[in-house]
T-cell receptor, first 110, second 117 residues
Framework: GENVEQHPSTLSVQEGDSAVIKCTYS??????FPWYKQELGKRPQLIID?????GEKKDQRIAVTLNKTAKHFSLHITETQPEDSAVYFC?????????FGGGTRLMVKP | GAVVSQHPSRVICKSGTSVKIECRSL??????MFWYRQFPKQSLMLMAT?????????EQGVEKDKFLINHASLTLSTLTVTSAHPEDSSFYIC?????????????FGPGTRLTVL
């Protein structure tokens, strides 16, 4: 089955700086790679996703890149704000349920 | 976006009792729903895939006789935790798949926090 590794597990940045979270996956057949933001006790919120036929996608301050050959994908958040503080999860899937990475706790210091 | 509801949001029960959790897709039909479990400060782990009109598919290590799944209609899947014990205490989250082409976009319910005393 699929295995997703996520790094770092915690990330602390100053407000306005950029944050980068990286994930690797094992199943070359995976074709859908979403990123979720989860606040304590709440459901995961989809913030951006990328599909295997695309190498990069951007939505305002958030961007995701995908390297299918190396089987890794990354989340980039620019101009971080305190409200970006949360736990972020990457995931990968083909047709089945999602396999999540271990999560990254992002702390943005004002 | 598509809306998924889950009920109850929180339940506390005594050890040995059974608890039923409902997951509904409110504005779309979902032939496939998924059940995840999340322990405190951990990631989400897929428990099972619920298919309308057929038996659920369970992930390795998940006891199908303990976690009963019924996907009775295109908008409702239920998870019953039978004979719950304290180690079953967790955050249970469902998701429903709304196919976008051939990709696996999923929409999550708000989750159910189960506490077994």
């Amino acid at each position: 089955g699929e295995n997703v590794e996520q790094h770092p597990s915690t990330l602390s940045v100053q407000e306005g700086d950029s944050a980068v979270i990286k994930c690797t996956y094992s199943d070359s057949a995976s074709n859908y790679f979403p990123w979720y933001k989860q606040e304590l006790g709440k459901r995961p919120q989809l913030i951006i996703d990328i599909r295997s036929n695309v190498g990069e996608k951007k939505d305002q301050r958030i961007a995701v890149t995908l390297n299918k050959t190396a089987k890794h994908f990354s989340l980039h958040i620019t101009e971080t704000q305190p409200e970006d503080s949360a736990v972020y999860f990457c995931a990968a899937s083909r047709r089945e349920g999602l396999t999540f990475g271990g999560g990254t706790r992002l702390m943005v210091k004002p | 976006g598509a809306v998924v509801s889950q009920h109850p949001s929180r339940v506390i029960c005594k050890s040995g009792t059974s608890v039923k959790i409902e997951c509904r897709s409110l504005d779309f039909q979902a032939t496939t729903m998924f059940w995840y479990r999340q322990f405190p400060k951990q990631s989400l782990m897929l428990m099972a895939t619920s298919n309308e009109g057929s038996k659920a598919t369970y992930e390795q290590g998940v006891e199908k006789d303990k976690f009963l799944i019924n996907h009775a209609s295109l908008t409702l899947s239920t998870l019953t935790v039978t004979s719950a014990h304290p180690e079953d205490s967790s955050f249970y989250i469902c998701s429903a798949r709304d196919w976008t082409g051939s990709y696996n976009e999923q929409f999550f319910g708000p989750g159910t926090r189960l506490t077994v005393l």
